[in-house]
């Protein structure tokens, strides 16, 4: 009995090591699914749940398919590329274009997978802060739903 167990805690340490995070295009477990829904940059609702992974909450954003297709965060204590909520994007606001999908919002690309959040409804500036971090697979060449 004893060791069943042991194997059981040695598996989980293994197969939580082994995790890389959490990434678009994923499949979720069924259970994940919530009944929440989130807008994504598309323009759709999409199911969403709450994920707690590394320390942060995380919001994921679920497609019919059990498919994750969005992932973002407002958590103070996530960074990325040393941001974090609410700090200004003056240090890189010159090298970074200022994009806008259309009834969702303005955003800029912080790294190869993560983008920064800000008001919805005005344009950001070099001292706007931002308001949360997010992960979504553009699809560049719709350009009625995107603009920069």
């Known amino acids: 009995m004893n060791r069943i167990f042991l194997i059981l805690i040695l598996f989980c340490l293994f197969s939580c090591k082994a995790q890389k995070g959490i990434n678009i ?4 477990e069924q259970n994940m699914k919530g009944n929440s829904k989130i807008l994504i940059p598309s323009g759709a609702l999409v199911n969403s749940v709450t994920y707690l992974y590394n320390n942060n909450y995380f919001t994921l954003g679920i497609n019919n398919d059990n ?3 969005y ?6 204590n996530f960074k990325i590329e040393g941001f974090k909520i609410n700090d200004d994007i003056s240090k890189i606001y010159e090298n970074s274009k200022v ?3 259309i009834g969702w919002g303005y955003y800029i690309q912080i790294d190869s997978d993560w983008y920064a959040g800000f008001d919805i409804n005005s344009k950001p500036t070099k001292l706007s802060k931002i308001q949360w971090f997010f992960k ?13």
């Open 71 to 76: 992932i973002s965060t407002v958590d103070p």
């Open 25 to 28: 295009g994923s499949k979720i």
């Open 136 to 148: 979504y697979r553009f699809i560049e060449g719709n350009k009625n739903l995107f603009k920069n």
């Open 67 to 69: 498919t994750l297709v």
């Open 99 to 101: 994009k806008y999908a």
